[in-house]
């Protein structure tokens, strides 16, 4: 250790560690991908066969995407804390790392989590699903970038919260669907903006809204992970 | 660094059940402290309290070197070998022993890693995930992981779990070094495994 | 003992108005309520559907600042209190979600519509429930009452989203909602006459006593029980 060793460059090294060995560990194993993956195809193929060649009108169908969103961030999200308890390396991790190093790196391993598992879904509903056409892009960019980074904030808070209790499986979207409702309903109606061919400005609203939610949902988070992670 | 570690009055409850109290201990610079005591005394527990793993339920732990360490600076004092300390097993010998440093906030040192993991006799296996590793190898992968970083502190909770003859003497020698030149802590039901024991605490009939 | 006996006898007397003083399209007694077109004898649920959700609501604040408290101080007490506040919380909120859905029924024509408040109130349910699984899942006594403190605490920061969401989002029912054109803010501003605000208010406080009462005794029942598990 050199002199020229901030704190913060540990802290940032810490926390690289944290997101490369999730990382490392998901590509050698594949286990949250290939589940995510299965769990889009199958809900969309789901909605398909359910909708049975008939269409649904634009204001249905934008609120179907987040369901399907919303689900498919509870099937995999949790897994990054989860894992740990269970295979019994969290206390490797509260041993060495700094616990806000732990969350910033797990965090970072669900952002880029969720924002495939969005894109994936996205990109398969616009594909497959007949009658939700985009009318404003830039109103639906926003919506999904925004929308994916607010969902993995708050999943990932929740998942270390479940990752401590017992029926960690049932009790990830029970205690999730609360605290994400303002996002859900906000990335709803500003999808519904957006399929509508509104003009962006109209939206601007529901991306205040967003951004605050992600910020005030972090820095609690922040806050509060100590409390969590410490036993 | 030289340093000091003390407690007064530790306690620890959980659900209302007392583990042990009044437990009071200092050791410095080249001591070793024994913690003692039947299965389910609660040596483990004690173990988890000194390195930052657990919060007790009254009383206090403090260490010291020429001021007190706040929690961050323990957690790079500290080492420990424990059976419920997992290790990555998807993860080679040598990743675990660069992802424990790097969540240390610490650079890594290929060729250190190396001659650690040559002491412990995994150099031929290091880059095999630990997966297909022996009990006995695990154990002295745990060896090289609470070392990397040179500590100041070992804290060891059943030494010898595991290990045959020949990872005992590696273990032995690791332990008398320790011994001179920082804090070494043995939570064992075994008191042979330590000689030269400084402080002892008995976790025996202390609740 | 003389507070517990003024309660009773506040509450009776607000029950008593609420249920028994006469509507009438012209008032001219002290005791007699206006009418309100479209309401008549309907409004009488006012007296009981807002003070439940307005306790609902300050039940779960206090829960949340008890939960804050235990996180600073780790005394098992502040837990006992923030579990004992929701639970009578998640007691009233039912009420509400029950009385309003009575409400709706008689005025709008169906017991639920999802407006903003019905929403809302609705979330409250989700809230405390999943408050009441979280405690259920965890061993641990020290680590149930964290996690839950901690679950509280991120609820009651997310609530006040809907404060903002609603009014874009969605036309409302309620008094006071988009779309009201007589409504002008809080359904508490809703038309009241002089007596009737007196009665409601008399109800408001009324309520709040009781739910004060509530926690105090469930507290100290609690306390008995925690004390009582400790020795055996």
Known sequence: MTAAETPVRRWLRATGAVFMKDWRSELRTRYAISALVMFVITTISIILFALGGEGASPEVLSGM???????????????????????????????TAAPSAVFAGKLLFNLVLGAGLTVLTVVLYLFFISGFTVQTYSIFLATITLGSIGLAAA?????????????????????????????????????????????????????????????????TSILLFEYIWKD | MELRISARGLRMAFNRRTIFAGIDFSVGHGETLLVAGRNGSGKSTLVKILCGLLTPT??????????????????????LVA?????????????????????????????????????????????????GFSSGMK??????????????????????????????????????????????????NDPSDVTAVHTRVDLNDRR | MTLRISLGVLLTLVIVAAIGFPISASPRHWYEFPLIPGLE??????????????????????????????????????????SVAAGLGFLFCILATITGAIWAKFNWGSFWNWDPRETSIFVLLLIYGAYFSLRSAVDVEEKRATLSSVYSIIAAVTVPFFIFIMPRIMTGLHPGAKGDPDGAGPVIDFKMSPNMRVVFFASLIGFTGLFVWMFRLRVRTARLEYFEHAKG
């Open chain 1, 155 to 219: 999943s990932t808070i929740i998942a270390a919260i479940i990752a401590r209790a017992n029926t960690k499986g049932t009790l990830y979207p029970v205690l999730s669907f609360p605290i994400l409702l303002p996002l859900l309903m906000t990335v709803i109606s500003a999808t519904r903006l957006a399929a509508d061919g509104m003009p962006f400005s109209e939206a601007f609203g529901e991306f205040q809204i967003l951004i605050s939610y992600i910020v005030v949902v972090v820095t």
């Open chain 3, 41 to 82: 004898e309907k409004a009488r649920l006012i007296f009981f559907h807002v003070p439940t959700a307005w306790l609902s609501v300050m039940a779960f604040f206090t829960s949340m600042v008890y939960g804050i408290l235990y996180l600073r101080r780790r005394d098992p007490m502040d837990d006992i209190s923030s």
């Open chain 2, 139 to 188: 154990q002295r992968l745990k060896y090289a992981l609470a070392l990397s970083h040179r500590p100041s502190v070992l804290v060891l909770d059943e030494p010898m779990a595991n290990l045959d003859t020949d990872g005992m003497a590696i273990v032995r020698t690791i332990m008398e070094e320790q011994h001179e030149k920082g804090i070494l802590v043995v939570a064992t």
């Open chain 1, 65 to 95: 995407l987040w369901v399907v969103i919303f689900f498919a961030a509870m099937s995999g999200l949790a897994r990054t804390f989860v894992m740990e308890e269970e295979r019994g390396t969290a206390m490797m991790l509260q041993l």
């Open chain 2, 58 to 79: 009254g009383g206090k732990v403090e260490m010291t070197g020429k001021k007190p360490l706040d929690v961050h600076a323990r957690r790079g004092q500290i080492g």
């Open chain 2, 83 to 131: 059976p419920y300390l997992q290790v990555y097993d998807e993860f080679s010998a040598m990743e675990n022993m660069r992802l424990t440093m790097a969540l240390r906030g610490l650079l890594s040192d290929d060729g250190a890693h190396r001659s650690l993991l040559e002491r412990l006799a995994l150099d031929v296996r290091r880059s095999d995930p630990v997966r």
